[in-house]
């Protein structure tokens, strides 16, 4: 299935705290740019009943395991990774960098994922689907939440949620919102405040200009007591992880921090649902149009990210019962157990 589709223009301002939410009207098959055909198959694909199939998913599983070892490679430790160690980065293959001891102290002692699988984990992108979607509810009666990017969630809690495990942080956000935290922190810190003792991950080793605004901001957190837990992606994880989507048929120069975030839940988490997943400007359900992110209209650098690609590999994993994406509004019921018996769960309204 191609999914090849022209996001529509967005000349408009849009307020940062009140993402469009216009309702579904005739002119809207019209404004997507003839979109209705694309998003016709995808809504026929997804529509049909969702079953977790075991076997696909423990097939996926074991490949990505295999390939990439996310489970125990994905995070910088002291454990994984010595004093000494040269780490190849991953947007920079040629540029490395050998761990000092000031660089090393920085790391984990050990494995921040438990022996055990996680149950469930919903992993929360940033999409304009997720604009009055009430979906908060069921995201955070996850045991395990994934969030992408520093989101704004304070204004969002119903929608949203507002439970934080692990939040990933690019440090072109500390660059362009905190002056690369060469002046005051206290700002960057304060924002923080919001996640709680989840854990920032941050791709320290991507790139060389990554790793001292990186450094600054392990180091800003530790000076002002915060409870966020700075941690680091391994850069070989990184590297190993796109040489499977790239296997898969994924022709992208970088996966987005969504796909990474999926791609590693479904290594440690054993039910795996996606909420905020949708590339396109207009709703799945009626074609309403869409912002952008559900809390802006921000584009994204498009020359870097393959959004439609990554979404049709997503939606093929939805398809074969491997993972769940959610599309529209959610159920007032919580995540379903794995427990409850197969026609309870088609009781359920699909979010």
């Not at 090849?4 to 404004?31: A, C, Y």
């Not at 430790?77 to 920085?106: A, W």
């Not at 000076?223 to 992208?252: C, H, M, T, V």
């Not at 074609?287 to 994204?300: E, G, K, M, S, V």
């Amino acid at each position: 299935m191609s999914l090849e589709l022209r996001r529509r223009s967005r000349s408009d301002k849009v307020e940062p705290r009140r993402p469009s939410s216009r309702k579904t009207t005739e002119t809207n098959t019209d404004s997507c740019g003839g979109c209705s055909d694309v998003i016709d198959k995808v809504v026929k694909s997804y529509s049909q009943t969702w079953k977790r199939q075991d076997d696909n998913f423990n097939k996926f599983r074991n490949q990505l395991s295999s390939r990439c070892n996310g489970f125990h490679k994905a995070i910088v430790t002291q454990t994984n990774t010595p004093v000494g160690t040269k780490l190849i980065y991953d947007g920079e293959k040629k540029k490395s960098l050998q761990v000092n001891q000031d660089i090393f102290n920085t790391f984990l002692k050990g494995n921040p994922f438990s022996n055990k699988s996680l149950d469930t984990c919903a992993v929360v992108g940033n999409g304009g689907i997720l604009v009055n979607s009430s979906c908060g509810e069921a995201i955070d009666s996850a045991q395990f939440v994934i969030r992408c990017n520093l989101p704004p969630i304070e204004n969002y809690r119903t929608h949203v949620g507002n439970k934080t495990d692990i939040v990933t942080a690019n440090p072109s956000i500390f660059m362009e919102k905190y002056g690369a935290l060469m002046g005051r922190r206290r700002p960057f810190v304060e924002s923080l405040t919001v996640f709680g003792k989840a854990m920032l991950l941050i791709p320290a080793f991507s790139y060389g200009h990554n790793t001292p605004l990186s450094m600054r901001a392990f180091y800003s957190i530790e000076d002002f007591g915060s409870p966020i837990r700075p941690i680091f992606f391994n850069p070989e994880y990184l590297q190993k992880l796109s040489a499977f989507w790239r296997s898969q048929g994924l022709r992208a120069v970088r996966l987005s921090t969504g796909l990474i975030m999926a791609s590693l839940a479904l290594e440690v988490c054993d039910n795996v649902h996606l909420y905020g997943f949708w590339p396109f400007g207009n709703h799945p359900h009626g074609l309403a149009p869409l912002t952008n992110h559900y809390y802006d209209d921000r584009q994204t650098k498009k020359k870097f990210h393959a959004m439609p690609a990554e979404f049709e590999l997503l939606l093929k994993l939805h398809s074969q019962g491997v993972l769940k994406l959610h599309l529209g509004q959610c159920s007032p019921q919580k995540l379903p157990s794995p427990a409850l018996s197969e026609t309870k769960q088609k009781k359920l309204t699909p979010g």
